[in-house]
Every structure is written in structure tokens, then in C-alpha cells.
């Protein structure tokens, strides 16, 4: 069973950068059925893909983020991490790392979640 766990602070400041990690267990994020994204969830709004790190470290990003997301990873860990820069307040949300299968065309794993903040 895969399970994965969002770290981070939960409270940063307006034009910082927010920094988050997702621990894996129960399988690799190196193996080559699988991706790992994050989405959000704003208060009150829906679900927000924002960004995916495939099992070959290839990334892609949601355009509407302009730029400001990045996705990276450490196999000796088996972590996944987002950094998003130039936070605003419209950045506050429910944080999710989930796993993707790709076969599936699923979301088949997610993590509890993580609220991060944007206040000063």
C-alpha cells in the first residue's frame, strides 16, 4: 500500500517562496508506471493541478501558475518537493501530493493534505 505524507511550513509570507515535500512509502517514485503531482484545493473553490514529476524526473507545470512552479525530487529519499515562488494570498490552500497511474489514467494514491497560509 503507497502511502504518501506533505511536509512543510504551514504559514509564509506575501513574495516568499513556499516550500513543501512529499514522502513516499510502499513504492518508488522512480518506477516507470507511476507520476507524482501536487494539486490544491483553495478555500472554497475546486481541485488546481499544478505541476507533475514523472518516474524519469521529467516535469511538467500548469500554464496558469505563470512560471512560478517547480517540481524536483531526491530518489535517495524518496521525496518528491514543489516550490512555488511569489506567493500571494490567492496561494492559500489545501496542499495534496498524489500519485498518478499512468495505465489507469488515475489518481489512485493521495496524501492527507497540508494547509499552508499566506499571510503576513
Known amino acids: 500500500q503507497v502511502q504518501l505524507q506533505e511536509s512543510g511550513p504551514g504559514l509564509v509570507k506575501p513574495s516568499q517562496t513556499l516550500s513543501l515535500t512529499c514522502t513516499v512509502s510502499?513504492?518508488?517514485?522512480?518506477?516507470?508506471?507511476?507520476?507524482w503531482s501536487w494539486i490544491r484545493q483553495p478555500p472554497g473553490k475546486g481541485l488546481e493541478w499544478m505541476g507533475v514529476?514523472?518516474?524519469?524526473?521529467?516535469?511538467y507545470y500548469s500554464p496558469s501558475l505563470n512560471g512560478r512552479t517547480s517540481i524536483s525530487r531526491d530518489t535517495s529519499k524518496n521525496q518528491f518537493s514543489l516550490q512555488l515562488s511569489s506567493v500571494t494570498p490567492e496561494d492559500t490552500a489545501v496542499y495534496y501530493c498524489?500519485?498518478?497511474?499512468?495505465?489507469?489514467?488515475?489518481?489512485?494514491?493521495w496524501g492527507q493534505g497540508t494547509q499552508v497560509t499566506v499571510s503576513s
Open positions: 498524489v500519485k498518478f497511474w499512468y495505465s489507469r489514467s488515475e489518481y489512485d494514491y
Open positions: 510502499g513504492g518508488s517514485i522512480t518506477t516507470n508506471f507511476f507520476a
Open positions: 514529476i514523472a518516474y524519469d524526473g521529467s516535469t
